[in-house]
C-alpha cells in the first residue's frame, strides 16, 4: 500500500491518538468524519438514576449488619450489574496519586505513547486509540492506556518508567484495588450460596488489568462515543474518575443511563466472567462512554479475572435438575481474544458462547 497516500497519512495520525488531534487543532468546530458514528441517537440525553451505594464497612460489622451488607449486595449484582462502594479502605491520597500519573502518562508526546502500541490484544501493555485501529471501524473519542497488574512481579519491569513515579503508584495501587476485589467477590460468593472463598480460589493466580482512558473535549459530542457499549471480561471491573465531569451510562432496562460521578467512592461492575460463573444468575451489564465538550475526562477501570488459561463455565455448584447450564466452556484467554479483536461490541461475545437451551 502507498504509505504516502492522504488516507494513509490521516488514518496514522488517528492512531497517535484524539489527544494528539485536539491538542494539535484546540479550535477544532467539527467532528471529523471518521468519528461520526452512524446509528447513534444522541447519547447525551440519558435519563439520569442513582445506582445502589454499599457501605462496605458493613462487611466488617456485627453479624446481622454483614448479613445485610452480603444481601444488598447480591441484590445490587441481580438488579442493576453496578453499584457504588463507598467506605471502601483505599486512601484518597492514592486515589489521586494514581489519577495524577495516568494523566502525565497521557500528556507525555504521542512519540513516547506509541512506543506501547501494538496491535497484540493480548500485549502485557498496550497504548491507543478508540477500539481496535488494526481493524476498520467509526473511530471512538478517547485514548487508552492498559498493562496487567497482579501479579505485578511478572510485568512490573513492563509498565511505563515514565513519569518516574508511575511505576511505584500503580504498583501500590493495584494491590490495594486487588484485595478490596477479593474483599467484595467473597461477599459475592456468599450471597450465591457458595463458600466465601469460592470466586477467589476459581481465579487461580488470577489476572488482574488496568485500562486508563482519556477522553479529550471533543468539538461535537452527540455524534459521537468516548467508548461504545460493551460488557467487561473479567469478574468484577472496580472503576474511578476524575473529579468534576460525568461521562459513564449504563443500559438499565433496555434503557441508556447517567451515572453520576460521586468523589472518594468506585463504581464496581459484574463482568462476563461473573455472568458465566453464576449461569446467568448475574448479568455483566453493558455500559459505554460519553463524551463532552468542555472536558477532559480520565477514568481507570481495572478488571479481575482467572488466570488466562483458566477454562472458564458455569459453578457446577448452582447447576441443578431445574437449571440447564447456560455458557459453553472457554479458556479465559480465548474469551478475551473474542472480545478484544471484535470492533462490535455490546455482549456479543457472551452471545457466542451461549448454549441455546429450548
Ligand atoms: O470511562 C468509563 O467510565 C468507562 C470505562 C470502561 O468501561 C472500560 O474501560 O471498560
Ligand atoms: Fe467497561
Sequence with gaps: MDKTS???????DYRKGVKFLIDNEPDMKKLPSEFALP??????????????????????GPVQRRVSTIRDINSACADWGFFRIINHG????????????????????????????SDNVMSPIRY??????????????RDYFRHYGHPCHKTFHLWP?????????AKEYLEQIWQLAMKIASAISEGLGLDHDYIEKSLGEGF?????????????????????GHSDHG?????????DVDGLQIKHNETWTAVQHVPGTFLVNIGDYLEILS???????????????????????????????????????????????????????????LQQSSTIRGKSPLQAIKINNM
Design 6 to 12: 492522504d488516507n494513509q497519512e490521516s488514518g496514522s
Design 39 to 60: 446509528l447513534l441517537r444522541n447519547p447525551l440525553s440519558a435519563v439520569h438514576a442513582e445506582i445502589p451505594v454499599i457501605d462496605l464497612s458493613g462487611l466488617h
Design 90 to 117: 483505599i486512601r484518597t491520597s492514592l486515589m489521586v496519586e494514581m489519577l495524577k500519573v495516568v494523566e502525565e502518562f497521557f500528556d507525555l508526546s504521542w512519540e513516547q505513547k506509541m512506543k506501547y502500541a
Design 128 to 141: 491507543g486509540t478508540s477500539l481496535n485501529t488494526s481493524m476498520k471501524h467509526s473511530l471512538h473519542w
Design 161 to 169: 518508567d515514565n513519569p518516574p513515579v508511575y511505576r511505584d503508584v
Design 208 to 228: 488482574q488489568v488496568q485500562a486508563a482512558n482519556y477522553y479529550p473535549p471533543c468539538p461535537e459530542p452527540e455524534k459521537t462515543l468516548g467508548l461504545a
Design 235 to 243: 469478574g468484577l471491573t472496580i472503576l474511578m474518575q476524575n473529579h
Design 279 to 337: 449461569n446467568g444468575m448475574y448479568k455483566s451489564v453493558e455500559h459505554r462512554a460519553v463524551v463532552n465538550a468542555q472536558k477532559k475526562r480520565i477514568s481507570v477501570a481495572v478488571g479481575h479475572g482467572p488466570e488466562l488459561t483458566a477454562v472458564i463455565a458455569p459453578a457446577s455448584q448452582l447447576l441443578d435438575k431445574n437449571s440447564d447450564i447456560q455458557y459453553r466452556p472457554i479458556a479465559y484467554q480465548d474469551y478475551i481474544r
